[in-house]
């Protein structure tokens, strides 16, 4: 008679616990193929508005001013994180950090795609014979580079939300 040998009981399987390095920052793989995803389509808008017989949209003054406010927002969040957390060593609440945190990341990604979408739309104008290309060119530039404030903002945010593991809360030690 043979005998099987003996298989130790099944342990049930544990739901993933938090990676052991925590969360990391938005890492610029990511920050640049959200970028590349909105040069994209922002190439594409011309040729379509073309192709559907309508008017391109025309960057207005707006538009790059909201996009600088933003950046403005969110690096005096950044500053205002950063003192509280690094140099004066206070804790922040946990929502407080966790809402920080995903305003800063949200923030990365949409002024990523953002970014990329008025490039590609001030690219798709270059050589164009249009009356107000180079109108729409310069504004979508404009509002590129006031997205890219806010997408440094953004990450500037993002690592004041940082704290090192032998950081002692304020108040013990």
Request: proline share 10%.
């Amino acid at each position: 008679m043979s005998r099987d040998p003996v298989q130790p009981p099944e342990e049930p399987e544990q739901p993933p616990g938090p990676s052991p390095d925590g969360l990391r920052p938005t890492g610029l793989p990511t920050v640049l193929g959200w970028a590349a995803v909105g040069l994209v389509a922002g190439w594409a808008v011309q040729p379509l508005c073309d192709r559907l017989g309508v008017v391109p949209p025309l960057v207005s003054a707006p538009q790059p001013l909201a996009l600088l406010l933003l950046a403005a927002i969110l690096g005096y969040v950044a500053w205002v994180t950063h003192r509280a957390v690094h140099v004066r060593r206070e804790r922040l609440e946990a929502h407080q950090a966790v809402n920080r945190l995903v305003l800063a990341r949200a923030s990365v990604l949409v002024a990523a795609l953002v970014t990329g979408g008025y490039v590609g739309y001030a690219l798709s104008w270059i050589g164009d014979p249009a009356e107000l290309a180079d109108e729409r060119m310069a504004r979508s530039f404009a509002a590129a580079a006031c997205a890219l404030a806010a997408v440094v903002a953004g990450l500037f945010l993002e690592r004041a939300c940082r704290v090192r593991d032998d950081d002692p809360p304020a108040g013990r030690g």
